[in-house]
């Protein structure tokens, strides 16, 4: 990409605005998450420094290694969880990040319940939900969703804000983003965690209240470390 990042960033933000506009929504009603897995410190300081504050990480190891520092220099950024998460990873992520997009099980529940508990800490929190049945996508499945969001809710004491969901790669997005908007009226939730890079503005029209795009403002991804 030959433009810089504050042209990429300017750019992206244009296009969620101008989605707003055509799905009649107010300005400003989706927050950009820039992923910035697999990409350096560096990149991700070139973001703040372009006025963006948001951020989205796949993995806690990798988030832990890159964001202390920058947390530090900026206290005003909200990092988001957005990759699996394991039940021995609960303490850190919850220490580490401001929101988790990826409860998926009652046992990651329990895991983060417990550790907001021990930590103080309120996390905004998304159960994922695995809308096109993928054996190997985590999330759950759609026809159990609202059950598990009333056990998140029952059992674990956690204040479910949306749900987030991953299209399969070979199908249209708009069936999807549809279904995880149902599910999440069902549900009583507003938050909406959906589209990428390709899609998100289509997930816009659809009511996405975050988008997670990566690859568009930082470039493509290094082959190896996803």
């Known amino acids: 990409m030959s433009e810089t990042v504050s042209e990429r960033l300017t750019a992206i933000k244009g296009k969620v605005a101008r989605a707003e506009r055509r799905a ?25 420094d372009a006025g ?22 900026h206290p005003d950024v909200d990092l988001h969880l957005i990759g699996p998460l394991q039940s021995n990873k609960a303490k850190e992520a919850v220490a580490l990040f401001d929101a988790i997009h990826t409860i998926d099980r009652d046992k990651i529940a329990k895991a983060v319940a417990t550790e907001m508990g021990r930590q103080g800490r309120a996390l905004k929190l998304f ?28 059992e674990h004491g956690l204040a479910i804000e ?18 995880l908007r149902k599910l999440a009226q069902e549900a009583g939730v507003g938050g909406l965690s959906m589209g990428m890079s390709s899609d998100f503005e289509t997930a816009v029209e659809f009511g996405a209240t975050h988008v997670r795009v990566g690859s568009a403002l930082f470039g493509e991804r290094p082959p190896i470390g996803e």
């Open 24 to 48: 009649g929504r107010p300005a400003g009603s989706v927050s950009l998450i820039a992923v910035s897995k697999t990409f350096p410190a560096e990149a991700a300081a070139e973001v703040i």
């Open 127 to 154: 159960v994922q939900i695995n809308t096109g049945e993928e054996e190997q996508k985590a999330g759950i499945p759609p026809r159990d969703a609202v059950a598990f969001l009333e056990r998140c809710r029952s």
């Open 162 to 179: 949306g749900l987030m969901c991953i299209p399969p790669v070979d199908e249209a997005p708009g069936p999807h983003f549809a279904l």
């Open 52 to 73: 963006h504050r948001i951020f989205g990480e796949n993995r806690v190891q990798e988030a832990k290694a890159k964001w202390p520092a920058l947390q530090e220099a």
